[in-house]
């Protein structure tokens, strides 16, 4: 079966790479699922979660990351997620995120919720 | 002890005090290259995913007219982004990327534009203060280990200065003086025109778009639209390639810092040698002096004792 070449990258690292064989992204216009052979595509993210379902090498799972803002492009089997912060489920710090959730709430700043929320979403799904 | 051995004394432990901060720095600007090399290529994937997309969105949609991709008609404004360092004792890092400076706004201005500076790094800033010439923006306090955020803030104001008009004080183009980190030993400024993006059209490139047919690049999807993907991916692509810049600065300035100060550990050390030899002979000179001294006055008072036994 074909398989997508996944290059998950930060702005200052390289998150998570591997082999997919299908991907859940959430670009400005919804949710978006991409499989191999997909059409070259190029979309803007929003701040969500981003879950890539692993095979070959890295097992059969799912690996799960906040992706706050960024791009998703595939091409030729090969997609990459593009973004400026970028965190692996099992990377995030469930506390540090609840507090930010709680101190967005008191200043009532949507946007820094709307990042607290999709950290904890997504540690969530990995525990 | 003679007065001269005295003073070559002090200079000694003088220049040996010197010399050990010179060490010091040496070896700390040494540990911190290679933590800003390993930064810079922990960013290069992001930057060349990033710059693939650019260039793909920019062949596929090459109907989609973007304040960032097209060339101005008559460009009048430029804005020239210079990166120098906060420190000194870098050699010479920032006159360098100074002087490159230098020459990239005679040429702009022999082209007929108006030059806006835009700074970053203390020695920089007060280059142009002490000149009394004017900044538009300046940064200072991280060019030792730049930030992504740091790199989101002095790109913010740039790309609002091109996407206003050029009459309400916006401008064309968007050039960059930095130094680019070739190797431990050699460190050049560069200049590059970021903005508007040029699509290199080189002779390779026209050969190999020959070779494999124009249809080479696949069509793209564009989610939601091809303009909205250029609005978002543009500022990125600005931001990531000051970031860059920033890092590559940085390592740098470090390997610049110890080149610098490798070559005043030596200088201090040649010092050290020929004034410890000085020293050598000024204290041999005083003994000499001294013994000349003690023998002509025993032989003088020989002389004497002689001279009263007859």
């Keep these: ?127 | 002890m003679g007065a001269q051995v005295k003073v070559y004394k002090r200079r000694i432990k003088s220049v040996t005090a010197t010399k050990k901060i010179t060490k010091a720095m040496e070896m700390i600007a040494a540990s911190r290259i290679i933590k800003a090399q390993r930064k810079v290529d922990a960013s290069s994937p992001y930057a060349e995913e990033l710059t693939n997309a650019v260039t793909s969105v920019a062949y596929a949609a090459t109907d989609v007219k973007h304040p960032l991709t097209t060339e101005a008609p008559r460009p009048t404004r430029a804005a020239l982004l210079l990166i120098t360092s906060d420190r000194g004792l870098a050699g010479g890092y920032s006159s360098n990327a100074l002087k490159a400076s230098e020459h990239l706004t005679a040429q702009l201005v022999a082209e007929g534009k108006q030059v806006d500076h835009y700074v970053v790094g203390r020695k920089g800033v007060s280059y142009y203060t002490f000149r009394e010439r004017p900044i538009s923006d300046s940064w200072t306090g991280f060019t030792d280990s730049p930030e992504y955020s740091d790199a989101k803030a002095v790109a913010a104001p740039l790309i609002e200065a091109i996407e206003r008009d050029t009459a309400d004080g916006g401008v064309d183009e968007l050039h960059i003086v930095f130094t680019e980190f070739r190797s431990m030993m050699t460190q050049t400024p560069v200049e590059r025109r970021m903005l508007p993006l040029t699509f290199s059209r080189s002779a390779e490139d026209s050969a190999a778009v020959f070779a494999q047919g124009v249809e080479a690049r696949p069509l793209y999807e564009f989610e939601p639209g091809p303009e909205q993907v250029l609005d978002a991916l543009l500022p990125r692509y600005v931001e990531s390639r000051i970031y860059n810049a920033l890092l590559q600065s940085a390592a740098s300035e470090h390997a610049a810092r110890r080149r610098a100060m490798k070559s005043a550990t030596d200088n201090a050390q040649d010092l050290i040698k020929s004034l410890t030899r000085l020293a050598n002979a000024a204290r041999q000179a005083d003994i000499t002096q001294e013994i000349s001294e003690i023998v002509g006055g025993a032989s003088a008072l020989a002389d004497a004792t002689a001279g009263s036994d007859r």
Excluded: C
């Design chain 1, 1 to 127: 079966m074909a398989e997508l070449d996944v290059e998950l990258v930060a702005a200052d690292r390289s998150v998570w790479s591997g082999k997919a064989d299908m991907v859940i992204a959430r670009t400005t216009s919804g949710d978006i699922g991409i499989m191999p052979n997909h059409q070259p595509l190029l979309g803007v993210l929003q701040t969500g979660p981003v879950t890539i379902r692993t095979t070959g090498e890295s097992g059969q799972g799912t690996v799960v990351a906040a992706v706050h803002g960024g791009f998703l492009s595939y091409a030729d089997g090969k997609l990459s997620v593009l973004a400026e912060i970028a965190e692996l489920a099992d990377e995030i710090d469930v506390e540090r995120a609840e507090r930010a959730l709680e101190k967005a709430k008191a200043d009532t700043d949507s946007h820094a919720e709307r990042r607290a929320h999709v950290r904890l979403a997504a540690a969530a799904r990995k525990n």
